[in-house]
């Protein structure tokens, strides 16, 4: 079976800093200061060049999402999170179309169990000059019972979940307005709320992968715990027979949200 295989520096990734487990270590995106690299910033946003970039032969980058460190996406107000999506795709959308990229990776890890190390809440851009993008996703992975629809924007669970269980998808027809790209951010933000305070009591830590082909863009929102050792040895992906339950306790939660 194809894979991407890239070298990680080790000895560049010995030398990070942990915040998530290790709360006394300073953070370092709360010392603005001393940021270096910065490329762009935007009501309190940051886009600068990842010190440690542990990935051979790619560029990386972090998107810092506000001041606070100790707030996250269910926190920010609704203006917040809309310019913050916005701000993100944007630049995504530059790395993209530079020419110096065959793909670039945008996604956000939160929790313990989500690969991240820094508390503070912040995205990721990760830019590879030659990689095989056909093997990212599978379209099928984000079809499933729908739970809302806004503004040409879908917001499912996926029937063929990527790694297994519950898994979230947000997916516009196109983001051509504002309109849609403000119900990309809604569908992210009540993913998020979602997971982090109704999902369930263990889940502390969840991914956002964004995704895109055939200039459709794909979102999907992934709560993470001990990742099934089905998965990681037999590639079996496990659906739960709670799907349709799920689905509807999520629109009954959040109805009233839905059609603001």
């Not at 794909?218 to 050792?229: E, G, L, Q």
């Amino acid at each position: 079976m194809p894979i991407n295989l890239i070298d990680f520096n080790t000895s560049i990734g010995q030398q990070k800093p942990e915040s998530i487990i290790h709360k006394d270590t300073a953070c370092p995106f709360c010392d603005r200061k001393s940021l270096t690299g910065i490329i762009a910033e935007e009501a309190g946003m940051i886009l600068l060049k990842n010190k440690y970039n542990v990935i051979e032969g790619a560029d990386q980058f972090v998107l810092i999402e506000s001041r606070s460190c100790h707030a996250d996406m269910p926190d920010y107000t609704r203006e917040q999170m809309r310019r913050l999506i916005g701000f993100g795709l944007h630049h995504w959308r530059i790395m993209l179309e530079s020419g110096r990229y065959q793909e670039v990776v945008f996604f956000k890890n939160y929790g313990p169990l989500s690969g991240g190390t820094i508390r503070h809440p912040h995205m990721q851009l990760i830019g590879f000059p030659k990689i095989d993008k056909e093997l990212f996703f599978r379209p099928e992975e984000f079809k499933g019972p729908v739970i809302a629809r806004k503004a040409g924007v879908e917001l499912s669970l996926s029937e063929a979940p990527r790694v297994g269980f519950w898994e979230l998808n947000v997916v516009p027809e196109a983001l051509n307005s504002q309109d849609s790209v403000d119900a990309l951010a809604d569908f992210i933000q009540f993913s998020v709320d979602y997971l982090m305070h109704h999902f369930h009591s263990r889940c502390q830590s969840y991914n956002i992968f964004f995704y895109h082909a055939d200039r459709q863009v794909y979102v999907k929102i992934m709560p993470r715990f001990a990742t099934s050792p089905m998965f990681i040895g037999y590639n079996i992906h496990f659906r739960p027979t709670n799907l349709l339950e799920t689905a509807e306790k999520i629109k009954a939660l959040y109805l009233n949200k839905f059609q603001e």
